[in-house]
């Protein structure tokens, strides 16, 4: 079986967890969150612990158990805790600016970029150059923060464009004199 999948999720007090057929729904402070399993996995909640379990002989469904295993785990950890990506925007003139559910971001093109945030996400920016976005789902998260990379990713040569914070960027060297 899989490694990932045989330990158990442990539940931490204040979050609830309810499990009917193969939907799960885990509510905590923060909100709730609700995922459909495959109908090979099998969940469990036995003393304050979920445990996930498969048929461990085919290797595809032992795949499967360690991901919904870890799917579970990140919806009880977004419930209690919440999860937070920062991305940062380098380049000369470049910069952003939040309003509502709404991002701004001025990076090098002839107009503003508007990118509207779904509704789990919230958004601020700090400094015009820093855009914090945190969100109970890890998931959507994300793919959020990867869309707002996409709109102008870092390139290797000046390394301007939006990149998150810790990401390394290699950098290439530039033409170098005339070749005669």
Same mark, same amino acid.
């Given at each position: ?16 967890? /309810? ?80 309003? +509502? ?40 998260? +994300? ?23 810790? /990401? ?13």
């Amino acid at each position: 079986m899989s490694r990932i999948g045989k330990m158990p999720i442990e539940i931490p007090a204040g979050v609830k967890v /309810e499990i009917k057929g193969q939907d799960i729904t885990v509510t905590g402070k923060k909100g709730n969150l609700s995922r459909t399993v495959r109908p090979e996995i099998e969940i469990k909640l036995e003393d304050g612990k979920v445990l996930v379990s498969g048929d461990n002989t085919d290797k595809k469904i032992n795949a499967f158990t360690g991901l919904t295993r870890s799917l579970i785990n990140n919806m009880v950890v977004g419930v209690v805790d919440g999860f937070k990506k920062v991305l940062v925007i380098e380049g000369v003139g470049y910069r952003a600016s939040a309003s +509502g559910k709404k991002l701004s971001l001025s990076v090098g093109y002839s107009n503003p970029v508007e990118f509207n945030l779904p509704d789990s996400v919230t958004g601020s920016v700090d400094n015009n150059t820093t855009i914090v976005l945190e969100s109970i789902d890890k998931e959507i998260l +994300g793919m959020t923060a990867a869309q707002i990379r996409a709109i102008r990713k870092p390139e290797p040569y000046k390394g301007k464009g939006i990149r998150y914070e810790g /990401e390394y960027i290699q950098r290439k060297a530039g033409k170098t004199g005339a070749a005669v």
